[in-house]
């Protein structure tokens, strides 16, 4: 009904779906009828259960645009909305209608194409499991419209664009072999299938007939080279290449004329004439003399070293394609080269802070981690970079490189509006050598992270002796020893009075872990019991211990040697948790933890008995009565994720959102922790806006 329409429009609304067309076609989306629009049931009934949390997987836009469209979980149902106009001339005839064609590709081929009928303006698509490119193209490109997916998975994505750039001497002797190396490039959003280049060589010239590229994903590059014998008479020849798919056409540009001269003239030149920016360029038979570079184009900066000069990109303000010339010059020879850079229609973000990192620096929340330049091949590396602004609409894509610079691997990362954080793991290194990892953002390499690969380095279990000696086949920068203790906690060094129990030693060399060592450290004493009464430590013990009292901020405050199984705790000055550590032999036979509080907690408990939740619970809550008002903060174990709040929601019938184990705190206002409470929460895992909750990756 009308009233329920309005009512659903409203609350999405208020929820953040602030664009009209964006309600629209979120609403339409999400009816239960699979036919489309009929005169006796209009679009059928409305389900605001499913809308309410697909309501982010929208976008606005206008003109023609590509969309990427990425569904792991199942198929998906889409909507597209756009408005009549009034007709200025007759107001009072029928609104017009300015058709939109919708085309999806998948795998780089066409799979359907929708037209609207003459009076309709929605149109909606099923589309199965799966990663597609759909281009939506308004007979008038000033038309506005929204598209709306059941699920998540609704980027922006760059139209499909080739470039092409070749790189030459621009100075050859006569009746000399020429090498001409073209790279072609995808800076669009699909994939350009079957892209084959042609050289159209001077006159004179051997001919350089067609080569393939083969196929090129978004982002990515190949470069395909031609030799050809230079022209037997000195002169100025030129010289073109092209590139196509079938469908797109370019030319190479630009490309400066070949100087042929003289087998005894100077033939100093620029290797590549033409280079994409960022890049370097040789000078070719440079001579003694000292080589400067002038009139570099606005949006580039050089730097010569020697007979190197390197180009950098200045930040370019708006979307477009940019090129010009320099000069090099040693005081005689003066060479031309050409620079060219190209910014599309997606902005790009300036990420922060790029560098390679290993997994066990990868930590939860937004730290920046070590950089390192070396792994081994058995180690797990991870790029990890930050952007302080982004919006859904960018696409992040990460690509890793082998020492032949083939591609390995590549991944698209989620996008959430917000500055955040972003890391991807490599695939597995198998080759030694010189990798690199390169980020682009909205089809821009924004960096490129070379990394070496060494062979793995192994250890002989049996010969570790604790707690740092080992046998080592091989030759690697550094150990790494981390010590497990029984409880799980980890430490970089050996603590002087180890914990009584089975330990783990995890041996690490170039940052990837050769061993995991089991050590038995065993209890000289045995301590049957022990816990905190009042203002006295009790305890027993078959003979005399060391009793250790450590501080919250890990100060040790007080050593007592007792056997009579009682001692009085020592002045407890600092608030917080403290540690009662009973040492027999240097070792730790018993760790007893108690808390020291400035006002007193009556009771605490979670409002489940036995602390565990389900999907069909719509909140978890700690109850909490203390002598004075405490907050309650709710702790993920697995990735210290923070919840404050009187309650953590979960989901109801929607699903439990965040699966795993808890802790539920009350601290005070300075953070000192009163209740510790672990509980669990199962089902799978969704956050509000639909999209899944996991640790940061690595």
């Known amino acids: ?243 196509t798919n079938g469908v797109l056409s370019v030319a190479a540009s630009p490309m400066p004329a070949i100087q042929v001269a003289a087998a005894s003239s100077e033939t100093a030149s620029l290797n590549p004439a033409v280079v994409r920016l960022n890049a370097t360029v040789q000078i070719q038979n440079p001579g003694t003399r000292t080589w400067t570079v002038s009139g570099v184009p606005a949006f580039a900066t050089a730097t010569v070293t020697g007979s190197t000069i390197a180009f950098a990109a200045k930040a370019a303000t708006s979307p477009g394609a940019y090129q010009g010339s320099y000069t090099a010059s040693n005081g005689s020879v003066v060479l031309t080269g050409f620079l060219k850079l190209t910014v599309p229609d997606v902005p790009a973000v300036q990420i922060e802070r790029p560098r390679l990192s290993v997994k066990p620096a990868m930590v939860p929340g937004c730290p920046v981690p070590e950089a390192i330049s070396v792994v081994s091949e058995a180690a797990s590396p991870a790029v990890w970079f930050a952007a302080p602004t982004l919006r859904e609409s960018d696409r992040i894509l990460v690509r890793w490189l082998g020492p032949s610079g083939t591609l390995v691997s590549q991944s698209n990362l989620p996008v959430s509006e917000g500055g955040y954080c972003f890391s991807a793991t490599a695939p597995a290194l198998q080759a030694v050598g010189i990798w690199t990892a390169e980020i682009f953002w909205n089809g821009i390499r924004q960096a490129s992270l070379p990394f070496t690969v060494k062979p793995k380095i192994t250890v002989d279990p049996e010969s570790f002796v604790w707690p740092r000696s080992i046998g080592v086949n091989g030759n690697p920068d550094a150990l790494r020893f981390v010590y497990v203790q029984p409880d799980g906690t980890r430490f970089n060094d050996p603590p002087d009075a180890p914990l009584a129990g089975t330990w783990t030693v995890d041996v690490y060399t170039d940052h990837a872990k050769v061993a995991s060592i089991p050590v038995i450290i065993a209890a000289p004493a045995s301590v049957t019991f022990a816990e905190v009464r009042e203002e006295t430590l009790a305890f027993e013990s078959d003979s005399s211990v060391l009793v250790r009292f450590i501080s919250p901020s890990g100060a040790i405050t007080e050593d007592a040697r007792s056997s009579t199984g009682a001692i009085r705790l020592p002045d407890l000055a600092e608030f917080g948790r403290w540690q009662a550590r009973l040492i027999s032999g240097n070792v730790t036979v018993r760790v007893v933890t108690f808390d020291r509080l400035p006002f007193s907690v009556y009771s605490a408990n979670m409002d489940h008995d036995d602390s565990v939740y389900t999907s069909l619970d719509k909140f978890a809550k700690l109850d909490v009565d203390a002598a004075e008002p405490l907050l309650t903060v709710y702790v993920h174990t697995a990735t210290g994720r923070q919840w404050q709040g009187a309650e953590l929601p979960i989901a109801g019938g929607l699903g439990a959102r965040y699966p795993g184990q808890w802790e539920a705190r009350a601290v005070d206002a300075d953070g000192l922790i009163f209740v510790r409470i672990p509980f669990t929460i199962t089902g799978p895992g969704l956050l509000p806006d639909g999209i899944a909750w996991a640790p940061l990756q690595p």
């Not at 009904?1 to 664009?19: H, I, K, M, N, T």
């Not at 009816?31 to 976008?59: I, Y």
């Open 1 to 243: 009904s009308a009233p329920l329409v309005s009512a659903a429009a409203a609350l999405l609304y208020e929820s953040g779906v602030r664009d009209p067309l964006a309600i629209k076609a979120v609403l339409l989306d999400h009816t239960g009828q699979s036919s489309g629009w009929r005169n006796d049931s209009g679009w059928g009934p409305l389900r605001l259960a499913d809308a309410f949390p697909s309501r982010f997987q929208s976008l606005r836009a206008e003109g023609t645009k590509y969309f990427r469209l990425l569904f792991n979980g199942g198929p998906a149902k889409g909507t597209l909305v756009w408005n009549r106009h009034i007709n200025t001339s007759a107001p009072d005839g029928p609104s017009p209608l300015r058709p939109i064609t919708v085309t999806v590709y998948q795998a780089g081929r066409e799979v359907m194409n929708l037209s609207p009928a003459a009076t309709g303006n929605v149109l909606q698509l099923d589309l199965a499991a799966g990663d597609y490119i759909v281009k939506v193209a308004p007979t008038d490109e000033t038309e506005a419209y929204a598209m709306a997916w059941s699920r998540p998975g609704l980027t922006l994505a760059s139209a499909p664009a080739l470039d092409l750039t070749c790189a030459y001497p621009g100075v050859i002797a006569a009746a000399r072999n020429l090498d001409v190396a073209c790279t072609a490039t995808n800076t669009g959003g699909l994939d350009l299938l079957n892209v084959t280049g042609t050289l159209l060589a001077p006159l004179g010239f051997g001919s350089g007939g067609p080569q393939s590229f083969g196929n090129l994903a978004p982002g990515a590059s190949r470069t395909i080279s031609w030799t050809v014998a230079a022209a037997a008479s000195p002169g100025t020849y030129p010289i073109s290449a092209t590139a």
